[in-house]
């Protein structure tokens, strides 16, 4: 059985470990020759891609309207006001989880968009 620390610490490796093609550190697959400036393209895409957060006000907003959901829900379902803590917390990890998601897909659209404008034909 998972003692408490190992659950906590447990989805912050597997995020960790998801994170290495994502976000601003994405690598696009590139159809046909690439040229000799295609690292230092590559690292100005991603860098680019950096300027935008991951966790922004949106993010915020997104944990809150979580919360707020799944506490409501649990409180109707429930007819209750118990566990209403849990399911607030459970509501705005999704929320924000989520948020944080859309925001690390924006910033690879940035990198595929660069590298085009940069003259790559960006196939993934």
């Known amino acids: 059985m998972l003692t408490r620390k ?4 447990l989805p912050v ?9 994502v976000g601003a550190n994405y690598q696009p697959i590139v159809d046909g020759p690439v040229g000799p400036n295609y690292n230092a393209d590559l690292a100005q895409c991603q860098a680019l891609a950096r300027t935008q957060p991951t966790v922004d006000g949106n993010t915020a907003g997104a944990a809150a309207i979580g919360a707020a959901g ?5 409180a109707i379902i429930d007819d209750s006001a118990s566990d209403l ?18 925001n690390t897909q924006n910033q690879e659209v940035i990198v595929r968009n660069c590298m085009r404008g940069r003259g790559y034909n960006v196939v993934g």
């Open 6 to 9: 190992s659950a906590l610490i």
């Open 13 to 21: 490796l597997l995020t960790a470990a998801a994170c290495t093609n």
């Open 70 to 74: 799944a506490a409501g829900t649990k």
């Open 85 to 102: 803590g849990r399911a607030a917390v459970a509501g705005a990890l999704v929320g924000a989880g989520a948020s944080a998601l859309q």
